[in-house]
């Protein structure tokens, strides 16, 4: 079965910093992965996704997660972070029907000046 | 185009009540995806609906039953509500079944007294 293993919960830096946030995952079946964002308050916002192809992907503000097969990894990085980037963010992998999402725990980023 | 959008936001019920949330998914797409969101947790899957039927289901007891309309907009419906159904609930859509990004709401927060 699919399961998603965020290794840190929470993860302080400061303003304009680089950041690394850990997801590995267990999958027997091809993988679709992804990042999501959840800012206090509100719903997941999709970050980035990977669905085949590259192994790197980028997200428009600036974030960016490499696929590593090897590793069962799919770590988030930010070569820097802003303030605004402080929030929730959950690792994902589809189930084995590609029906439904299987989320890790989340870990929460706090950015500080 | 709008997104997914749950109603109401907040609602308050007491143990034993019977409680039914609403979505209303992206245009265009036809599944919609309910998840639970215990505080501090990640999302926990808890159905699919795809062209008003029923494609999968988490673990979640029987209390919880929900239905697609035919202009896919669904509702979940929880009986007999516990202290621990308190929750974010989370609609999601996408535009086919499986394999593709779901697109989430802002959620409505339950709290049962």
């Known amino acids: 079965a699919q399961s998603v293993t965020q290794l840190d919960s929470q993860v302080p830096v400061f303003e304009e910093a680089p950041v690394e946030l850990r997801c590995n995952y267990s999958?027997?079946?091809?993988?679709?992965l992804f990042w999501y964002v959840q800012y206090p308050n509100q719903g997941l916002q999709l970050l980035l996704k990977?669905?085949?192809?590259?192994?790197l992907v980028e997200s428009i503000n600036g974030f960016e997660a490499e696929f590593n097969k090897s590793q069962t990894s799919f770590h988030l990085r930010k070569p820097s972070v802003h303030i605004s980037d402080t929030a929730e963010y959950f690792c994902?992998?589809?189930?084995?029907?590609?029906?439904?999402?299987?989320f890790g725990k989340g870990t929460t980023l706090s950015v500080s000046s | 185009d709008a997104g997914v959008t749950q109603s109401p936001t907040h609602l308050i019920k007491t143990r034993g009540q019977h409680v039914t949330l609403r979505c209303s998914p992206i245009?265009?797409?036809?599944?919609v995806s309910w998840y639970q969101q215990v505080l501090g947790q990640g999302p926990q899957f808890i159905f699919q609906?795809?062209?008003?039927?029923?494609?999968g289901r988490g673990n979640f007891p029987d209390r919880f039953s929900a239905r697609q309309f035919p202009n896919y907009s669904s509702e979940l419906n929880v009986n007999a509500l516990l202290l621990g159904d308190s929750a974010l609930y989370l609609c999601?859509?996408?535009?086919?079944?499986?394999?593709?990004?779901?697109?989430f709401g802002n959620g409505t927060r339950l709290t049962v007294t």
């Open positions: 999601a859509s996408s535009p086919v079944r499986g394999d593709s990004p779901l697109h």
């Open positions: 999958s027997s079946v091809s993988v679709y």
């Open positions: 990977y669905l085949s192809g590259s192994t």
């Open positions: 994902a992998v589809f189930n084995q029907a590609g029906t439904a999402l299987i």
């Open positions: 245009s265009g797409h036809k599944s």
């Open positions: 609906y795809y062209e008003k039927e029923e494609r």
